[in-house]
């Protein structure tokens, strides 16, 4: 693994550990877990510099998505509360599942966004993680309740201001799907807006918000 990435590394020592208890439970891990937090330790002491002042905890994001969401959406025209209820939407989806911008721009109804009666199932195809891996995971609540309000509201007002129908999770305001640019800048004039710290949706994604996040892609 010389040649990974520090978290890259600590990825694949997760990946392995759980391969090895998957196949035997009785299997002693402990020098595993050991190796794994050696590696831990190294990637976070080399993430500081770059990132120092830019990093949100997940809490922070989280509070403000649904800041967006909630006593902030009511205010402003009906386009105004849509654009809130979408973009809160998207801070909340990164502070609980922080997945890389291109796996969040391509997020896609029916293929990667998985909707039944009691759960959404996000699932992201090799192509779209870094580790060339398939990655699934069950969307937490409050997020839950905030995509499907999203999708209920939000989504079709803004779809209904195009001319292109289309699978894409995330609507522009144009009604297209947002692209990975636009994407990027609404990220930072988001958290720069709602917390007073511009980040980056690199830095969200990867893994500044440790502590409420579930995993990342």
């Known amino acids: 693994m010389e040649a990974d990435a520090a978290y890259s590394r600590v990825m694949r020592l997760d990946t392995l550990i759980r391969v090895v208890v998957a196949v035997d439970r009785d299997t002693c891990v402990r020098k595993l877990r050991r190796i794994r937090s050696i590696h831990f330790a190294q990637a976070r002491d080399r993430n500081g510099e770059r990132k120092q002042g830019r990093i949100l905890s997940g809490s922070v994001l989280l509070q403000a998505g649904l800041d967006l969401t909630g006593q ?31 796996a969040f ?90 917390t007073g710290i511009r980040v980056p949706a690199a830095l969200l994604s990867g893994r500044c918000c440790h502590d409420v996040g579930t995993g990342i892609a």
Request: proline residues 5%.
């Open 105 to 194: 721009v391509g997020l896609e109804l029916g293929r990667s966004v998985l909707l039944a009666a009691h759960s959404i199932e996000i699932a992201l195809a090799p192509e779209m993680t870094k580790t060339g891996n398939t990655w699934t995971a069950t969307v937490p609540d409050p997020l839950e309740g905030l995509l499907r309000h999203y999708l209920s509201e939000s989504r079709p007002f803004l779809l209904r201001r195009g001319d292109e129908a289309h699978a894409m999770l995330w609507s522009a305001d144009s009604g297209r799907p947002m692209g990975y640019s636009h994407m990027g800048r609404r990220i930072c004039d988001l958290t720069e807006r709602m």
């Open 72 to 102: 902030h959406a009511d205010a402003g025209s009906t386009l105004e509360r849509m654009q809130k209820l979408r973009d809160g939407t998207m801070l909340a989806f990164l502070a609980l599942l922080p997945i890389r911008r291109r």
